[in-house]
């Protein structure tokens, strides 16, 4: 879901160290009443050449990317490759090891927003069919190591992967090798900002776990049931994992204060990304960096680098669920719309949401990744909450949109009757009907 365009100066205004009301304006200029509020998905899905099993390069994406311009797409071109394509239904875009992201448009409806993704992937499995390519719904590529992977030439993403490979980190693997689900909802009041920016950091492990859905790496077991919340450990603490703001006492400017904090990775200007990795926004705002100086679109462009459980861009992104089919990403979307837009169910949401420091969230992160519904970290039962969360998700949109609720059956069946992560299927069939044959999770877990 494109973030709103309501800043309240021009984007090309300057500020300094003096103008952060600028910036908590800037949140609360994304503030809408409930009668407007919409839910947007974004999905990723990894693409492979079904004869080698090789992942696609960046020849292949810019073909999948410019086919949409068959549906009325308008293309964006990016020294000479195909970036963007722009429907008024949703968009495509593509992530650092050729990921092909969906990106729907906001809708009222579950049922809109399920059109909106069958119109997508028939397009998809088309030309699949046509040049001979898998895409499939998981967190992690079961398949090809770092080294095999194909990057795709971004601007963007050529000042953000060596800064990401720095320390020790492995980004790349989350650049290139990991994929999820995302839902985008509005908020009200600073009140109901809060509340929903908590929930879905504080919530996040937990929903993490319920959709875990990674539990490959290079043709084996990974020892994980979610490889991808484990490539985010090791990636960047400066800028993932439950953000600080949301441990305590939420405020806008506590919100504020931390972004600030966080390191830059670029800036924008006519078209270029300017280098300024690993100065803190403060700094930038003080002092400048690379030959530029602060500009307001600035700050929103420094938040679209924050990856947390759950992101503040004018709109609330919750982000902790790896990628799945059709089903799955409806029944996480309906799983947020119940939580957040009922206030019933977002009220209690707030009491159950675990209640840690920022230690204790990693130690719970890096057991969910681990062991998904089963972590139990600092007297923190997953999947008791789990099975909580989704009956308050129930109840939510039982109240608030009922036809609506069935989406999530599957997380019903799942997660509250049988206590399993999509995760916890694959390995069975692992060790079962494939005979520890994980080239099979291609076939499983293929949508076009």
């Known amino acids: 879901m494109r973030p709103s365009t309501g800043a309240p100066l021009p984007p090309d205004r300057l500020v300094g160290p003096a103008d952060r009301d600028l910036f908590v304006a800037h949140a609360r200029a994304g503030s809408k009443p409930p009668s407007n509020w919409a839910v947007g998905p974004e999905v990723e899905l990894i693409g492979f050449h079904r004869a080698s099993r090789e992942r696609i390069g960046p020849d292949t994406v810019d073909a999948v990317v410019a086919s949409f311009e068959s549906l009325g797409a308008t293309l964006t071109i990016e020294d000479g490759r195909r970036i963007e394509a722009v429907m008024d239904w949703g968009w495509i875009t593509i992530e650092p090891g050729g990921q092909i992201e969906f990106s729907g448009a906001r809708r009222a409806s579950l049922e809109e927003t399920e059109a909106d993704i069958a119109r997508f992937l028939a397009h998809l499995r088309s030309v699949a069919e046509d040049r001979g390519l898998a895409f499939i719904a998981c967190g992690f590529d079961p398949l090809r190591a770092s080294s095999e992977q194909h990057w795709v030439t971004k601007r963007r993403y050529a000042v953000m992967r060596p800064y990401l490979s720095i320390d020790g980190r492995r980004g790349w693997d989350m650049m290139c090798r990991t994929a999820a689900i995302q839902v985008n909802l509005d908020y009200g009041s600073e009140a109901d900002l809060a509340a929903k920016f908590v929930v879905g950091n504080r919530l996040g492990p937990v929903v993490a ?32 994992g439950v953000s600080p703001a949301a441990i305590g006492a939420f405020s806008v400017e506590r919100f504020v204060d931390h972004a600030i904090e966080v390191p830059m990775i670029f800036v924008r200007r006519d078209g270029r990304y300017v280098d300024v990795a690993g100065t803190p926004f403060s700094r930038f705002l003080a002092d400048g960096a690379g030959g530029e100086h602060a500009r307001l679109a600035d700050y929103a462009d420094h938040l679209t680098t924050l990856f947390t459980e759950a992101r503040l861009k004018q709109h609330v992104e919750m982000r902790s669920a790896d990628a799945g089919g059709p089903a799955e990403v409806l029944a996480c979307e309906a799983l947020w719309k119940g939580l957040a837009y009922d206030g019933e169910s977002l009220d209690a949401a707030v009491q159950l949401a675990p209640d840690l420091d920022r230690a204790g969230f990693v130690r719970l992160q ?10 139990q ?67 499983a877990l293929r949508i076009a």
């Open 366 to 375: 890096r057991d969910v990744a681990r062991r998904g519904l089963e972590a």
């Open 209 to 240: 776990a319920i959709f875990a859905n990674s539990p490959f790496e290079e043709g084996r077991l990974s020892g994980y049931k979610s490889r991808r919340v484990a490539a985010w450990l090791e990636t960047d603490s400066d800028r993932s």
């Open 377 to 443: 970290t600092d007297g923190v039962n997953v999947l008791g909450i789990a099975r909580d969360v989704v009956r308050l998700a129930v109840d939510g949109l039982r109240r608030l949109a009922p036809r609506e609720a069935g989406y999530l059956d599957p997380l019903v069946e799942r997660v509250i009757d049988d206590g399993e992560c999509p995760a916890d299927r694959l390995i069975r069939e692992f060790e079962t009907s494939w005979r520890g044959d994980a080239s099979r999770a291609l076939d």
